[in-house]
């Protein structure tokens, strides 16, 4: 896979996720009865957010930078296959624990929302530091540039 086309998937990934977990939020905020209160809602928010948006932001910066078709189409280097892999691995399984736990929180798996929370936090100390790690490698000559 080269370096564009992997760009491309997980820049596509990650903006699509970062609006899909908000709204699994949402539809729990506003779910009648809801399963978040209003204060559970902005704390999840609040821990969720941050982490997910600093990690889109990297991979919103190199859509905005290939405008065009030639910049995009620009040849661009073939990866290793351990990259590739380490790359989708990451912020794919960073995405689908928090959108688990969300779902489990939903069906009332956590016996308090300071468990849900705890999870929520650690979650994010683990895979947020990877992905980060691996979306800057792959993105951050966009970003300089």
């Known amino acids: 896979m080269t370096e564009t ?9 990650f903006l ?3 609006i899909a977990v908000m709204l699994m939020l949402l539809a729990l905020f506003l779910k009648r009865p809801p399963v978040l209160t209003r204060q559970e809602f902005t704390t999840s928010m609040a821990i969720i957010v941050p982490a997910v948006s600093g990690l889109s932001a990297l991979a919103l910066t190199y859509v905005v930078s290939v405008r065009s078709r030639k910049q995009y189409r620009a040849r661009s280097e073939t990866l290793s296959g351990v990259y590739v892999f380490t790359t989708l691995l990451f912020p794919i399984g960073f995405v689908l624990v928090i959108a688990g736990l969300i779902v489990v929180r939903a069906f009332d798996g956590f ?6 929370k705890l999870a929520l936090g650690a979650s994010e100390t683990i895979f947020a530091g ?4 691996v979306m800057a490698s792959l993105f951050a000559k966009e970003s300089q540039g």
């Open 111 to 116: 016996s308090s929302f300071e468990d849900f």
């Open 5 to 13: 086309k992997l760009r491309t998937v997980v820049g596509m990934f």
């Open 130 to 133: 990877y992905s980060g790690k």
């Open 16 to 18: 699509v996720a970062h």
